[in-house]
Nanobody, 124 residues
Framework: QVQLVESGGGLVQAGDSLKLSCTAS????????MAWFRQAPGKERKFVAG????????DYEDSVKGRFTISRNNTKNAVYLQMNSLKTEDAAVYYC?????????????????WGQGTQVTVSS
């Protein structure tokens, strides 16, 4: 397993941009598929974006396609989520997660390691 720490959350206005970072410690980060999930109050944790271990394949939830970009830097043991054109409905706690699976999967149950989460608040 890897230990994950997110950062970069905050309060922004609708239309603004924000970049989340997730730094991993532990072994073999470069062998993990990584993903960002989010959870709004009273709602289930949902897949936002995922990236495979090489960084060559990415997947996005439909509502964020064209606005969010996931990337990773395996030399820095880090994964990022660039969020542009933020909407009020993007507000949530965002979690970084790692999975030792063959492909990126959207189900939280496929992920072995989780960060503590970072709050993103979007005002109108």
């Amino acid at each position: 397993q890897v230990q994950l720490v997110e950062s970069g959350g905050g309060l922004v206005q609708a239309g603004d941009s924000l970049k989340l970072s997730c730094t991993a410690s532990g072994s073999f980060f470069s062998s993990y598929n990584m993903a960002w999930f989010r959870q709004a109050p009273g709602k289930e944790r949902k897949f936002v974006a995922g990236i495979n271990w090489t960084g060559g394949r990415t997947d996005y939830e439909d509502s964020v396609k064209g606005r969010f970009t996931i990337s990773r830097n395996n030399t820095k043991n880090a994964v990022y989520l660039q969020m542009n054109s933020l909407k009020t409905e993007d507000a949530a706690v965002y979690y970084c997660a790692a999975a030792n699976t063959i492909i990126v999967r959207p189900s939280p149950s496929d992920y072995d390691s989780w960060g503590q989460g970072t709050q993103v608040t979007v005002s109108s």
